[in-house]
């Protein structure tokens, strides 16, 4: 069974940073692309970040593109979102959420996604 | 940029009745990477269709997607109380790799 556990999460002050992690199991982690997905409180959905399955190639949403950083680490079936330079715009339930098989690249829709870690940010 | 625009924002219906969500883009994209999700309160989105008219796995036939170009729309043939929630269509642009999603339509009880 697919499952996807987001941590992390939790109260930063503006211009904070913080980690999140993706802990993957029941699918082969390295052979799928993954993305984090993120949404703000009563907002809808705005992707943020994508990366390839080795990890060699990432991808930002213009929002936090030079702030956030996304990365992976195979041997622990675990995704990282490093969130630098925090601002009160970036309060919002994170979610990890990979693509359907054969996706190790690219990621065009989700067919897994975790529950959520909430990231507020203020003071 | 893809910026896609869910229509109506709030749709009122009762059981039994046939629901049809708007999702137009500002400019043709790919049918490969349109994708419909699911989200109830509380829960994270469920994929429900891919492709424009794929449905995914374990969805109701009751879910039907379609369209091209600009416009695609998601239906619900039949709604069951459990349907009653909010729903966005996403689209994956390839160059440079990023995705896109409507700002969701709120489909309620009436």
């Known amino acids: 069974e697919v499952q996807l556990l987001e941590s992390g999460g939790g109260l930063v002050q503006p211009g904070g940073s913080l980690r999140l992690s993706c802990a993957a199991s029941?699918?082969?982690?390295?052979?799928?692309?993954m993305t984090w997905v993120r949404q703000a409180p009563g907002r809808g959905l705005e992707w943020v970040s994508g990366i390839s399955g080795s990890g060699g190639t990432t991808h930002y949403a213009d929002s936090v593109k030079g702030r956030f950083t996304i990365s992976r680490d195979n041997s622990k079936n675990t995704l990282y979102l490093q969130m630098n330079r925090l601002r009160a715009e970036d309060t919002a339930v994170y979610y990890c959420?990979?693509?359907?098989?054969?996706?190790?690249?690219?990621?065009?829709?989700?067919?897994?996604w975790g529950q959520g870690t909430l990231v507020t940010v203020a003071s | 940029e893809i910026v896609l625009t869910q229509s109506p924002g709030t749709l009122s219906l009762s059981p039994g009745e046939r629901a049809a969500l708007s999702c137009r883009a500002n400019?043709?994209?790919?049918?490969?990477?349109l994708a419909w999700y699911q989200q109830r309160p509380g829960q994270a989105p469920r994929l429900l269709i891919y492709g424009v008219s794929s449905r995914a796995t374990g969805i109701p036939d009751r879910f039907s997607g379609s369209g091209s170009g600009t416009d695609f729309t998601l239906t619900i043939s039949r709604l069951e109380p459990e349907d009653f929630a909010v729903y966005y269509c996403?689209?994956?642009?390839?160059?440079?790799?990023?995705?896109?999603f409507g700002q969701g339509t709120k489909l309620e009880i009436k």
């Open positions: 029941g699918f082969t982690f390295a052979n799928y692309a």
């Open positions: 996403q689209h994956y642009d390839s160059s440079p790799p990023m995705c896109s």
């Open positions: 959420a990979k693509p359907p098989p054969a996706y190790t690249y690219s990621f065009p829709h989700f067919d897994y």
């Open positions: 400019q043709s994209v790919s049918n490969t990477y």
